[in-house]
Nanobody, 121 residues
Framework: QVQLVESGGGLVQPGGSLRLSCAAS????????MGWYRQAPGKQRESVAI???????NYADSVKGRFTISRDNAKNTVYLQLNSLKPEDTAVYYC???????????????WGQGTQVTVSS
């Protein structure tokens, strides 16, 4: 019922910036945590940044001070601002959300399809 649509990925040079967006659509009662994960080739998927419905945030140590996560609850959208990008940030970035069902109040996981971020000189 609820789907995630991502945008904003691309190719940038080291030190550059990028802004990712992820919008949830469909019948939405409530979305708890939303966040961004990434997976580089041959590596496990890792958490990058998480934001609660109330705005509390949590970042991976590798991105603290460089990335900023935010959300607009009225638009059911989560953003990730990526600054001072490094080649090691190259990965597929996945949006994640935890909606609550209107009918049962059951919380479940949703994943976006992923968007490629490539940092290369």
């Amino acid at each position: 019922q609820v789907q995630l649509v991502e945008s904003g990925g691309g190719l940038v040079q080291p030190g550059g910036s990028l802004r990712l967006s992820c919008a949830a659509s469909g019948t939405i009662f409530r979305i708890n945590d939303m966040g961004w994960y990434r997976q580089a080739p041959g590596k496990q998927r890792e958490s990058v940044a998480i934001i609660s419905s109330g705005g509390s945030t949590n970042y991976a140590d590798s991105v603290k001070g460089r990335f900023t996560i935010s959300r607009d609850n009225a638009k059911n959208t989560v953003y990730l601002q990526l600054n001072s990008l490094k080649p090691e940030d190259t990965a597929v970035y996945y949006c994640n959300a935890r909606p609550v069902r209107w009918t049962t109040l059951y919380e479940y996981n949703l994943w976006g399809q992923g968007t490629q971020v490539t940092v290369s000189s």
